[in-house]
């Protein structure tokens, strides 16, 4: 299993729709969890951090994440041909001397005016 | 602003070659990574540092070394280059437990 995974798309949705994305960890000491977007030929921008159980909303994204379940996700609202990109799940995890930052492959987004 | 830099955008390069790639942040950031990116492949870590003279291995560190002299800057090393080494290049920081901040890339072509 891989430590960090994603659904690798592409994930298509119709402007103006919600777009759901997923991603799972597999190390339950993990306590900090990013969500980037990469457009095309650019480098990744974070959009979203969380790092307790529950939702956090910021503008039209919200992050929802499940430690239990081991599972955090990206809801976007009102999707825009403009949040077209690949977006990275990132998981860190404290170790002894440093914390272990892990991203997942990305899932790419196509929104569709 | 954080801000990330590095030295070249886009680099051509030999095969045998010694490849010096520099990334500097300026906000005082304890940690520093290096990536790269192939399409399908994701990110992947090559190296980070989470201190001045300290290292750490990535997943992929065969082929490249590491300088880390000062806090503000993180040196990427190919050796000796070699084409399979061809790639997007992102440098990182972030403060401790903290979301990272990526330099814009260098885009390295191996010839």
């Known amino acids: 299993q891989k430590e960090v995974e994603q659904n690798s798309g592409p994930l298509s949705v119709p402007e103006g729709a919600i777009a759901s994305l997923n991603c799972t960890y597999s190390d339950r000491g993990s306590q900090s969890f990013f969500w980037y977007r990469q457009y095309s030929g650019k480098s990744p921008e974070l959009i979203m951090s969380?790092?307790?159980?529950g939702d956090k909303e910021d503008g039209r994204f919200t992050a929802q994440l499940n430690k239990a379940s081991q599972y955090v996700s990206l809801l976007i609202r009102d999707s825009q041909p403009s949040d077209s990109a690949t977006y990275l799940c990132a998981v860190i995890t404290p170790k002894t001397s440093y914390d272990k930052v892990i991203f997942g492959p990305g899932t790419s987004l196509s929104v569709i005016p | 602003d954080v801000k990330v830099t590095q030295s070249s955008r886009y680099l051509v390069k030999r095969t045998g070659e010694k490849v010096f790639l520099e990334c500097v942040q300026d906000m005082d950031h304890e940690n520093m990574f290096w990536y790269r990116q192939d399409p399908g492949l994701g990110l992947r870590l090559i190296y980070f540092s989470y201190d001045v003279k300290m290292k750490e291995k990535g997943d992929i560190p065969e082929g490249y070394s590491v300088s880390r002299e000062k806090k503000e800057r993180f040196s990427l090393i190919l050796e000796s280059a070699s084409t399979n080494q061809t790639s997007m290049y992102l440098c990182?920081?972030?403060?401790?437990?903290?979301?990272?901040?990526f330099g814009p890339g260098t885009r390295l072509t191996v010839t």
């Open positions: 969380i790092y307790s159980n």
């Open positions: 990182a920081s972030s403060s401790d437990s903290a979301e990272q901040y």
